[in-house]
């Protein structure tokens, strides 16, 4: 357990360090979608459970079911996070029609100008 929350922190952190240390607004968004990928798993990890049964009522007797809100909440998470990654993306190609390179410095050297 402690070997797979290093791996999901060590993504979270490949991922924010990818955001601050890459100039290539394609590298940025992609390193974005690695943090958040990171913090899902994590929040993953964290709720998942051994000995509990799918919440479908039958005829067993008394049995631990799992709760279906934190799964609810992954799949919101999953959908917003889309949902962002496609807004980035449309605002590069903005971007991209009005400055020749995905580069922020020499962007930001051009809107200086």
């Given at each position: 357990m402690v070997i797979?929350?290093?791996?999901?922190?060590?993504?979270?952190?490949?991922?924010?360090?990818?955001?601050?240390?890459?100039?290539?607004?394609?590298?940025?968004?992609?390193?974005?979608?690695v943090m958040s990928t990171g913090v899902i798993a994590y929040y993953v990890l964290v709720?998942?459970?051994g000995g509990l049964v799918t919440p479908i009522v039958l005829d067993q007797g008394r049995t631990t079911y799992a709760d279906p809100v934190p799964q609810a909440v992954?799949?919101?998470?999953i959908v917003i996070g889309f949902s962002i990654q496609?807004?980035?993306?449309?605002?590069?190609m903005k971007l991209a029609r009005n400055y020749?390179?995905?580069?922020?410095?020499?962007?930001e050297q051009e809107t200086q100008l």
């Open positions: 797979l929350e290093a791996f999901v922190f060590a993504t979270v952190l490949l991922g924010f360090f990818g955001i601050i240390f890459k100039h290539n607004l394609m590298m940025k968004i992609i390193a974005m979608d709720s998942a459970r992954i799949l919101t998470a496609a807004l980035m993306l449309v605002g590069v020749p390179t995905l580069e922020t410095r020499e962007i």
